[in-house]
């Protein structure tokens, strides 16, 4: 199965930076089967992105996913109280579908 | 918009075998997407627990693959969860969900259930 390691753990950004999520496979994918997660606490996680970069409804542009291959990177620019979550990773490339660790974000 | 909530006992005992029920509404489980169970060890990971097409075809995580069972009542609208033989390690929050469209058994998991926790203890 792929393996998706998230950095960093933790990041804490005051309000208007602008926030950067590495999730990294352990193999590379031939296709941009990615999609982001926001989980925040006490609730069920939330769809960001799939496709690697493609928003999904209702999902403001602050949030903006990139990569390919084994590397990718989800975006928050001016960054708000409201985005204190953890974000998660999944691929789908191949099965059984994985999911990293996630990266807690802290606004401060 | 598709809501899935989950239902079941909050608590099974060790060797048992749990089972959880996720009545949809808003779409038809008929309509060809693939429906999923996926959990959560409070404060940790998710991990993906297996799926099913509405034609019945099941895909399991082969981590979970012998003790899982995955099936569908299309008249009640409803997906259901067995996984036998449990320990404290299956201690978790259960969530329903349905994937993305796509041609594939893979895909993004676009509508989350709330979550059931289900704690195993004796």
């Known amino acids: 199965e792929i393996v998706l390691t998230q950095s960093p753990g933790t990041l804490s950004l005051s309000p208007g930076e602008r926030a950067t999520l590495s999730c990294r496979a352990s193999?590379?994918?031939?296709?941009?089967?990615l999609a982001w997660y926001q989980q925040k606490l006490g609730q069920a996680p939330r769809l960001l992105i799939y496709?690697?970069?493609s928003r999904a409804t209702g999902i403001p542009d602050r949030f903006s996913g990139s990569g390919s291959g084994a590397h990718f990177t989800l975006a928050i620019s001016r960054l708000e109280p409201e985005d204190s979550a953890v974000y998660f990773c999944?691929?789908?490339?191949?099965?059984?579908?994985?999911f990293g660790q996630g990266t807690r974000l802290e606004i401060k | 918009q598709v809501h899935l909530k989950e239902s079941g006992p909050g608590l099974v005992k060790p060797s048992e075998t749990l089972s959880l029920n996720c009545i949809v509404s808003?779409?038809?489980?008929?309509?060809?997407?693939?429906w999923a169970w996926i959990r959560q060890p409070p404060g940790k990971g998710l991990e993906w627990i297996g799926n099913?097409?509405?034609?019945?075809?099941?895909y399991y995580n082969p981590s979970l693959k012998s003790r899982v069972t995955i099936s569908v009542d299309t008249s009640k609208n409803q997906l259901s969860l067995n996984l036998t033989s449990v320990t404290a390690a299956d201690t978790a929050f259960y969530y329903c969900?349905?994937?993305?469209?796509?041609?594939?058994?893979?895909?993004?998991?676009?509508?989350w259930g709330q979550g059931s926790l289900v704690t195993v203890s004796s």
């Open positions: 496709d690697a970069s």
């Open positions: 193999r590379s994918f031939s296709s941009k089967y």
């Open positions: 808003g779409d038809s489980i008929n309509r060809g997407y693939y």
């Open positions: 999944q691929q789908y490339s191949s099965s059984p579908i994985t």
């Open positions: 099913l097409y509405h034609s019945g075809n099941t």
């Open positions: 969900a349905r994937q993305g469209i796509s041609p594939y058994s893979t895909s993004w998991i676009q509508f």
